[in-house]
């Protein structure tokens, strides 16, 4: 058979060299500046480059075939090939690693919410109220906080929540508080109860006092 490779738009394109392109679909314009295929820089333009991937995927070895001499036809598969596991190894290696970093990011963050004072003392304020225990059922185990807290110095507020289970119900535990001249401060500490949607105020329901943090 002619080699037609590298004549450009007129190249015949040999059915064998056709199909889908997985160097041309993630690596965009590497791969077409690898392969003479230099429409793939649409990459870079708004809105085209939406599309762009999907057209070099389906339209890459066409493109490839066209715009650059190859020796045959079993080197153009056997190059391709190459940009095939060049692209699908890159890509699972940048999804691994932002996996990684996301995983990292989220139990620092949350190793950080569990070991602050509010959420330690909002604990405390739930084992210790008879209403909220007597409703939950002992023991009680606690979720994953969510919100935030922010301290700048001898000053910082936080609002978060996290889940309660006991042996009976389990609820939502909401706490506001703020921190003034290094000493915390609740405003807010409130068990909603899942199974009635009643709602227990901690810092008012049989408790002595407000807890200084």
Sequence with gaps: MQNTSGNG?????P??????NWGAF???FIWGIGNNTFIAFLIFVPFVNLAMPFILGAKGNEWAWRNRHWASIEEFKRVQRLWSRWAIGIFITITLFFAL???TIYWAVTSALKSSEIYQQSVILVKSNPSAMQALGSPISTGTPRGNISVNGDFGEAKIS??????????????????EWG?????YN????????EIIDL?????????DL
């Design 183 to 187: 000493t915390w401060q609740m405003h």
């Design 162 to 179: 996290f889940s309660i289970e006991g042996s009976k119900t389990s609820g939502i535990l909401y706490v506001s508080a703020e921190k």
């Design 15 to 20: 059915p064998e060299v056709q199909g889908w």
């Design 26 to 28: 993630f690596l965009h």
């Design 9 to 13: 738009i007129s190249t015949h394109v």
């Design 190 to 197: 409130k068990l909603r109860l899942d199974n009635s949607g």
């Design 101 to 103: 970093l996301f995983t």
């Design 203 to 211: 810092l008012t329901t049989e408790q002595e006092s407000q807890p």
